[in-house]
């Protein structure tokens, strides 16, 4: 049987990479600090207008949110974010196409999410964002 046996030297010199790589591994893979967020939705239109969410939890900071038509749909929707003295729209695109807006939240907020093509958000297209 063979055996591999590194020499002290090759040791001093791989185990600094090995832990920086582990350090960079723990930091990056961690969303406990994430300053940056994206979340999906979709637009629905079976059984009324709605998003496919109507609860979402996000950190706070840098948040970016894409609403998705999809193919199929019969009518234009966008996404907008409201409250706190935030109030963003989106684009209004037609089904096969993508609103996407980029705010920054706050913790310990809640925020409305909707579509704001006129009718939609009384017609149930809205949900919370809360901020943690």
Request: hydrophobic content about 45%.
């Amino acid at each position: 049987m063979v055996s591999f046996r590194p020499s002290r030297r090759l040791i001093l010199l791989v185990a600094p990479l090995v832990a920086a790589l582990i350090a960079a591994l723990a930091i990056g893979g961690s969303s406990a600090g994430a300053k940056s967020a994206t979340l999906r939705l979709k637009a629905v239109e079976k059984n009324g207008l709605k998003f496919n969410k109507k609860t979402l939890h996000v950190g706070a900071g840098k948040v970016t949110f894409v609403m998705r038509n999809p193919k199929g749909n019969r009518f234009p929707h966008a996404i907008a974010v409201e409250g706190k003295g935030l109030d963003k729209d989106g684009k209004i695109v037609k089904a096969s196409g993508v609103s996407r807006i980029t705010v920054t939240l706050k913790k310990g907020r809640t925020y409305e999410f909707y579509c704001p093509v006129p009718g939609h958000e009384a017609a149930g297209m809205k949900g919370k964002v809360i901020v943690g």
